[in-house]
């Protein structure tokens, strides 16, 4: 079984984390399942049910910067214990680069940077948000954006043109979605169980229009 890592705030009704379930419920869970690292200690609207469903909830030290350091001791600890996880998907806008960076200082070989927004919000955390924004390219393996304009924002131009990050819509009614499932867990190298969530894909959505390399 290949187990992905999602990194979200915590998991309330927000767009992201609705969006996350989405894909959750449609998944084959017998070869694949979600973990979710949250990030604040209010309990979450869907964690009943990504119980309900076999996924995990770990809960992270927090993104303040004087956590920091501790997070890359946490982010370590973690994957070095739960071997089953494969791939890291991160999704909290420019701190998202805390659980990447510490994946990446882990030598965790699947760091998913999503992005999400065209712009941060003004505050007094601006200034931290801005530089480790600018550290995210860095620190993951593959981009993905819910639009261009996201993509550019988050990620260096010249990337999201050569073709290095994966446009993801939210929603799960189309064979596009299904085959962004698969992408998920591409680098993790289990082909047999990649074809099979494939086979599976090809059923609940129709036709999937391309194919990856493993």
């Known amino acids: 079984m290949i187990r992905i890592l999602q990194s979200v705030s915590n998991m309330d009704r927000g767009g992201i984390e609705t969006m996350l ?88 070989p699947v760091r998913i940077a999503h992005a999400h927004n065209t712009h941060l919000p003004h505050g007094l955390k601006l200034p931290v948000k801005l530089v480790c924004k600018a550290m995210i390219p860095g620190a993951a393996t593959d981009y993905f954006a819910c639009g261009r304009e996201a993509g550019i924002y988050y990620l260096k131009r010249e990337d999201w043109h050569e073709g290095l990050a994966y446009l993801i819509q939210k929603g799960v009614s189309k064979s596009e979605e299904a085959e962004q499932l698969i992408t998920l867990a591409s680098k993790a190298e289990h082909t047999e169980a990649v074809s099979f969530l494939m086979e599976a894909k090809k059923k609940r959505f129709g036709r999937v229009k391309k194919t990856f390399e493993f």
Request: net charge positive; hydrophobic share 35%; glycine share 8%.
């Open 21 to 108: 379930m989405n894909y959750y419920r449609h998944l084959d869970r017998d070869q694949f399942q979600f973990d979710f690292l949250v990030n604040k200690e209010k309990p979450g609207f869907f964690d009943d049910e990504v119980r309900s469903l076999g996924g995990r909830i770990f809960m992270g030290p927090g993104l303040s910067p004087l956590k920091y350091p501790e997070y890359l001791r946490y982010m370590k600890t973690l994957l070095e214990r739960e071997k089953e996880i494969k791939v890291l998907h991160a999704h909290n806008e420019a701190m998202e680069f805390y659980a990447l960076n510490g994946a990446k200082k882990a030598g965790f």
